[in-house]
């Protein structure tokens, strides 16, 4: 990767790997490289911390981000998949969180595919807007 100049990207996926901020901020700093940094998906692991947390825990170590929402049920675990901004992430405090850590890279969108493309666009207009 450092040779070839290229950022290796490891994303908190939906399989249990990391359930804690500090865990996965953990395994990207053991590589101690900076060719190794977090794909930070925003939207995968609110059912284990919020998603503000992780941003915080991987702050300089980001860096990518997908935009996506999941709604908690009940028991602020369990839940389901939701088009971004009407799910449990709480958007305004994560996207200020972001401006905090110095993230200033793209946001994609990842789900939401009931939306149209518009909506979808006008949706992330909003978060990067913090609103």
């Known amino acids: 990767a450092e040779k070839n100049g290229v950022v290796i990207a490891l994303e908190n996926v939906w399989n249990n790997l990391w359930v804690k901020p500090a865990f996965f901020a953990a395994f990207v700093r053991s590589f101690k490289s900076p060719w190794i ?3 930070l998906d925003l939207g995968n692991h609110v ?3 919020p998603t503000e947390d992780w941003v915080r ?8 981000c997908h935009v ?11 839940g389901r998949w939701a088009d971004i901004r009407d799910g449990s992430v ?3 405090l994560v996207r200020k969180t972001l401006g905090e850590v110095g993230y ?12 149209s493309m518009i909506e979808k666009s006008k949706r992330l207009d ?6």
């Open 90 to 92: 709480d958007w305004p």
């Open 47 to 49: 059912k284990y911390a």
């Open 104 to 115: 200033d890279g793209w946001l994609t969108i990842e789900g939401s595919g009931g939306l």
């Open 68 to 78: 996506k929402d999941f709604s908690l049920g009940p028991d602020g675990k369990r």
């Open 57 to 64: 825990a991987l702050g300089p170590q980001i860096a990518k």
């Open 126 to 131: 909003l978060i990067i807007a913090g609103k």
């Open 37 to 39: 940094q977090a794909y």
